[in-house]
């Protein structure tokens, strides 16, 4: 029988000793794992982030350089050649606006899918809900979406933007772009540790993913009876949601963000489910 774990070290108090058994139903969690060890989660954040940036010339800049990049590429091909529209905002800013979360959701799901495996001597050595290392690698992005946010706004104040009190709903699609990435993270991180050709398939999917999500179109230019079936794309209903409340865009659809919302719980239900059968395995294979 595989071993999940080692015990958690602590205090033997007399001859009694910690005892960690795999568990055979299909619904033991054990969520609640996840705040007691709330410490470790934000010393493993914390940690990323020091990583990232340690030895770079220019630091945090890097999470601005990569979207004001990409915006400027998309400006130029999108909107100076093709001629594409944007509902009537200047288009650097709607491309930038669409880019933040994406980039997001990108890097995220890049750090989570590969967390277990870079994770793999801390795995092999100590007792932790494992649920920790891809979370913690979902929610380090949030540093560099805080310092990107920042140009947004610049460029908000620069057209004369100025966002409605759709901004309240902001964080409500932070997180739905976070759960997108953590949700998705957590089948690709399971299957990287046993099948390692998972990671390189990761590029070319979050490539594809870009063009099929409303970051360079409007989704205007999507048929109407065709957007039922995009919006199962979640990233549609976050970047129309950004869009909406930093920009004064039109309302999105509620259908749209229903559905879109609620692909993301069962794709994050079913991840959770899948991931704690996996885990089970997670030593043998790292």
């Keep these: 029988m595989n071993v999940v774990a080692a015990a958690k070290p602590g205090p033997i108090i007399g001859n009694s000793v910690l005892r960690i058994e795999r568990s055979h139903s299909w619904l033991s969690l054990k969520l609640g794992e996840l705040w007691e060890h709330r410490e470790l989660l934000y010393f493993l954040i914390w940690r990323d982030v020091k990583v990232r940036y340690k030895q770079t010339v220019i630091g945090a800049a890097w999470a601005v350089l990569q979207p004001l990049m990409s915006m400027i590429v998309f400006t130029v091909v999108f909107s100076v050649f093709a001629k594409m529209p944007s509902d009537g905002l200047p288009y650097p800013i709607f491309a930038y606006c669409a880019l933040l979360p994406w980039s997001l959701f990108a890097s995220a799901l890049t750090r989570t899918s590969g967390s277990i495996v870079g994770q ?167």
């Design 120 to 286: 793999a001597g801390l795995i092999s050595k100590v007792y932790f809900p494992r649920l920790i290392v891809p979370l913690s690698a979902t929610l380090s992005g949030i540093v560099d979406f805080a310092i990107a946010f920042v140009l947004l706004l610049v460029m908000m104040a620069w057209y004369g933007v100025f966002p409605t009190w759709g901004v309240l709903l902001l964080p409500i699609f932070l997180l739905l772009a976070l759960t997108t990435a953590f949700a998705i993270g957590l089948w690709f991180s399971a299957l990287n540790v046993r099948y390692r050709d998972v990671g390189y398939t990761i590029p070319f999917i979050t490539q594809f993913w870009m063009f099929a999500s409303p970051i360079v179109y409007p989704i205007s230019l999507v048929p109407e009876k065709w957007r039922l079936l995009y919006s199962l794309n979640p990233l549609v209903g976050v970047i129309e949601g950004f869009r909406w409340a930093l920009l004064g865009k039109q309302s999105p659809d509620s259908v749209i963000i229903g559905v879109s919302s609620g692909v993301v719980v069962l794709l994050l239900f079913g991840g959770i489910i899948y991931f704690k059968r996996m885990e089970r395995t997670f030593v043998d294979d790292v």
